[in-house]
């Protein structure tokens, strides 16, 4: 009977933390999350190079090892509708 109780104890806490976590959200907040694209590598050394897109905002980012710490390379502040895809790493 305690293991019975204990096991429905333990349903319902984790019923309880289940539906606390899910929250609504909105298709603007989905489809303002940011992402990363069109990752490029250097052939040689250890560099790469990304667009990341935050709100329409596509910035180019590059990391260089060893410790491959991100920078962001460009600093466009509005969405401007321009693709920034064709790049590539060099040496």
């Given at each position: 009977m305690r293991r019975f109780l204990?096991?429905?104890v333990a349903?319902?806490?984790?019923w309880?933390?289940?539906t606390a976590a899910q929250q609504a959200f909105t298709l603007?907040?989905?489809l303002s999350a940011p992402f990363p694209a069109s990752l490029v590598t250097a052939k040689t050394g250890n560099r790469l190079a990304w667009t990341l897109d935050q709100q329409g905002r596509r910035n180019i980012w590059v990391a260089?090892?060893?410790d491959f710490t991100a920078r962001?390379?460009?600093s466009y502040k509005e969405d401007d509708g321009g693709v920034r895809s064709a790049f590539h790493c060099g040496q």
């Open positions: 204990f096991c429905l349903i319902a806490l984790l309880g933390a289940r603007e907040q989905v260089q090892g060893p962001q390379l460009t």
